[in-house]
């Protein structure tokens, strides 16, 4: 397990190979990929138990699904530097032909992607079919997933959330990013989703809130307690309050910059905010 410094060292990383990838582009989504930089290092490099390498199946140790898969950015450096694949393949993400695309894929066998993540709304239901293939096997790992509040309009989200408490898939635990915003505006001001803790307690699941969405011992602490539930008949949700952006002062408390690159001049301003750590690729 890491220590505090190292996870802020990492995700200071990480928020500029975030920051350095879709300016390289012109393309890309910074916003929410920022916004989860600190959960997603929290998650690889001290909560998860992993094994050396990758295995498609991931029998034997915990597994992560990405259903937001716009957030690649964030996923691709995250899986990098915990050894998946070389750092040095950041610099092509999308690019033609790269196993780095905008959204996740499968079919280019990049390690660490077990599904493709285009269409948002679908990462529940198949993290659902992994954890209940792990109780078939008697594998006593979890299952991990992140969402988007704003993907949480999607209704296939909600038949596979009704499915996980029916079924009693206690091993699953699926995070959802309450930063309130998406490529539109607001959550509030696109389809106001009201009180979502109260519909994952309707659904009866155990919600877990971490308030402190981007602060990594706040993440620890809740996802420590979330784990703490699983085995207990019940699915766990956890709900993530983050700030899209974070960690770049120009980009937090709006919506701008879910799905746009920074210039020149704003890279370079964004990159001075978060001085380099582990060595850029």
């Not at 920051?19 to 012109?26: C, F, I, K, S, T």
């Not at 990462?123 to 954890?131: D, F, Q, R, T």
Request: charged content about 20%; hydrophobic content about 40%; some cysteine.
């Amino acid at each position: 397990m890491a220590d505090i410094k190292h996870l802020h060292d990492f995700s200071v990383q990480v928020r500029r190979d975030i920051l350095r990838m879709v300016h390289a582009v012109n393309s890309g989504h910074p916003g929410g990929s920022l916004g989860c930089t600190e959960f997603m290092v929290a998650l690889y490099q001290h909560l998860m138990k992993r094994k050396p390498g990758f295995d498609m199946n991931g029998i034997g140790e915990d597994v992560f699904f990405l259903s937001n898969g716009h957030i690649s950015p964030v996923f691709y450096s995250v899986l990098a530097r915990s050894g998946y694949f070389p750092v040095s393949e950041l610099a092509t993400f999308r690019l033609i032909n790269s196993r780095l695309q905008g959204h996740p894929t499968t079919h280019e066998g990049l390690p660490g992607v077990r599904i493709a993540s285009g269409s948002l709304g679908q990462g529940m239901s198949v993290a659902l079919g992994a954890a209940q293939a792990k109780k078939l096997n008697k594998d006593p790992h979890l299952v991990y997933s992140l969402h988007g509040d704003g993907e949480l309009q999607e209704g296939q989200n909600w038949e596979a959330i009704m499915y996980a408490s029916a079924k009693k898939v206690d091993n699953l635990i699926a995070t959802v990013d309450l930063n309130g915003k998406q490529i539109d505006g607001t959550t509030d001001e696109v389809l106001c989703m009201g009180d979502v803790k109260a519909k994952f307690l309707a659904f009866d699941w155990e919600v877990v809130e971490i308030k402190q969405g981007n602060d990594l011992q706040a993440i620890i602490n809740g996802m420590t307690l979330a784990q703490s539930k699983t085995g207990k008949g019940k699915p766990v949700c956890v709900l993530l309050e983050t700030e899209m952006g974070n960690g770049v002062d120009f980009m937090m408390h709006s919506h701008a910059w879910h799905g746009k690159a920074p210039n020149d001049a704003q890279l370079e301003a964004a990159l001075a905010q978060n001085p380099e750590t582990l060595g850029d690729y």
